[in-house]
Structures are given as structure tokens and as C-alpha cells.
């Protein structure tokens, strides 16, 4: 049995609520909608918000608006399912965001003043570092660090609280110092055949390009999302060229498509 959707005269968020509660009602809700939980939609979360991000990227403010939709349906849903097992609503939050916000902007919601951003940053990260003492649930400083990121995003964060108690190189030049000595040994795996500690050595080399990213004050996943897009524009000019000569990719060779990419970045330079 089908029932109208909830009035469209009530505010937005209020209307957004009510379809959740019915699609999430066991009695004559949408099925797939009952069946999920915190587990299985969590996946879909990281989803919605990358393609948040590929909108901002695209510069979309249309998709933008219709992706960020999306986000906001995901913590719709993840509050739902709070509220049925009566440990939250969304209410609350909204309610812990706004809290946060006020506690974490002293220099615009109460006295405290900053001489800079750089003394403002070392505040917020003072602030955060109070609130996880005040929470004891970290043994260590890097417990809360979620394991659920992406994982140079989680290196960077790692290496970030490591030296904010001062285990961190000196300078660029270090990192980069580090860097070649991790390439070095990433090489001597390869030329004695071993996969597996190739394969480690891979993992330290990206450890410390995130944290050479960190250094620079460079997020590497929006460097690496910059690169990939430059990667797929150039391979299209290949592809392109390689049609006008009648021939796909696979009837080429690299010679061929390695001068088309050099084709393909000299027209980007004009």
C-alpha cells in the first residue's frame, strides 16, 4: 500500500527527515532502504563524498549543488538509523557540530585572539588535542587517526600528529634527503627479484611523499586528482590522433603514442 509523500510546504530539512522515516518505516517502507545499516552504507558515504569533490574539481556548481544533496541524505540516513536504535537523531548532530564549531572558534565566538593563521591552526590543533584528552579513549597519539581514510590522506594525518610532539625532519630537504634513500632501496628490491619487500619499500616511498605533500602544505590527493585528470586529457589527445591516423591504441606501439604525449603536453604550454 502506497501513501503520499510528505507535504512539500514543510522547510526542506523537516521534508528530507520525514521521507527517511518513511522509507525507513518496517511496515511499509522501501525494502532495500529497511535492510540497510551503519555498515552497509558507509561505503556509499565515501562515495557521495568523493563526488562531491569531483564537482569541485569540474568546477560544476549545478552538480555541486545535486552531489551535496546527496551527502546530506547520507547523514539523514546514518541519523535514522541512530534514532531507531534510540542512541541519536539527527538533531543531535547538528546539535554536536554546532557545539563544536562555537568551542573550536574562540577568536570569533568568545575572547581569545590570534596574531596569525599559522598561530590560529596551532590553536584548533590544541583545541582537538584537549578534546581527545578529555575523551581518554586514545592510548596513543595516533589511536583516532580513522583507518577508514584514504590512505595517503591517513599518512599525512599520521606523520601531522607525530610532529606535533616533534618527531618530524627538520626541513623539505630532509624529506626529500629521505625520500631518494626509500627510491634507493625500492630499487636494490627489485634488481634482487623480491616482490614482497618491494612491495613494502613502495609503502615507505608513498609514506614519506605524503609526507614531503604535508611539508609543502600540499593535500596529495588533490595533487594526485590534478595528475590523473592530466593523465586522462593527454591519453585522449593520443586516442584522438591515433583515430585521425585510422588506428586505435592497441594498433600502436610506445613510440609512436610517447611522441603523441609529448605532442599533447607541448599544446597544453602554447
Not at 556548481?61 to 552531489?67: I, T, Y
Not at 585572539?113 to 590543533?125: I, L, M, R
Not at 592510548?139 to 610532529?163: E, I, N, Q
Request: charged content about 35%; overall charge negative.
Amino acid at each position: 500500500m502506497t501513501s503520499p509523500a510528505p507535504p512539500a510546504d514543510l522547510r526542506p530539512i523537516d521534508r528530507l527527515l520525514a521521507i527517511m522515516a518513511r522509507l525507513r518505516d518496517p511496515a511499509t517502507g522501501c525494502p532495500w532502504d529497511t535492510e540497510q545499516t551503519f555498515a552497509t552504507i558507509a561505503p556509499y558515504t565515501v562515495e557521495e563524498a568523493y563526488e562531491v569533490a569531483d564537482a569541485i574539481e569540474r568546477n560544476d556548481l549545478a552538480d555541486l549543488k545535486e552531489e551535496l544533496g546527496d551527502l546530506l541524505l547520507q547523514v539523514v540516513f546514518h541519523s535514522r538509523m541512530a534514532e531507531e536504535q534510540g542512541a541519536f537523531a539527527f538533531d543531535d548532530v547538528a546539535r554536536a557540530i554546532n557545539d563544536k564549531m562555537i568551542r573550536r572558534h574562540p577568536h570569533v565566538f568568545g575572547q581569545q585572539s590570534y596574531a596569525s593563521v599559522a598561530d590560529q591552526k596551532a590553536g584548533w590543533e590544541e583545541l582537538k588535542a584537549a578534546e581527545r584528552e578529555k575523551k581518554g579513549r586514545a592510548a596513543s597519539l595516533l589511536d583516532d587517526v580513522p583507518v577508514g581514510l584514504p590512505a595517503l590522506t591517513r599518512a599525512v594525518k599520521l606523520s601531522k600528529r607525530a610532529a606535533g610532539v616533534g618527531f618530524v625532519w627538520p626541513d623539505v630537504a630532509a624529506v626529500v634527503e629521505k625520500l631518494d634513500e626509500e627510491v634507493r632501496e625500492l630499487k636494490a628490491e627489485l634488481e634482487r627479484g623480491d616482490v614482497e619487500k618491494a612491495r613494502q619499500e613502495m609503502g615507505d616511498v608513498l609514506f614519506v611523499v605524503a609526507n614531503l605533500a604535508r611539508t609543502l602544505e600540499v593535500d596529495p590527493e588533490d595533487a594526485l586528482r590534478a595528475t590523473n585528470a592530466k593523465f586522462v586529457r593527454r591519453f585522449r589527445f593520443i586516442e584522438q590522433k591515433l583515430a585521425e591516423r585510422g588506428k586505435t591504441a592497441d594498433q600502436s606501439d610506445l613510440a609512436e603514442m610517447d611522441a603523441l604525449w609529448d605532442e599533447a603536453k607541448a599544446a597544453e604550454r602554447a
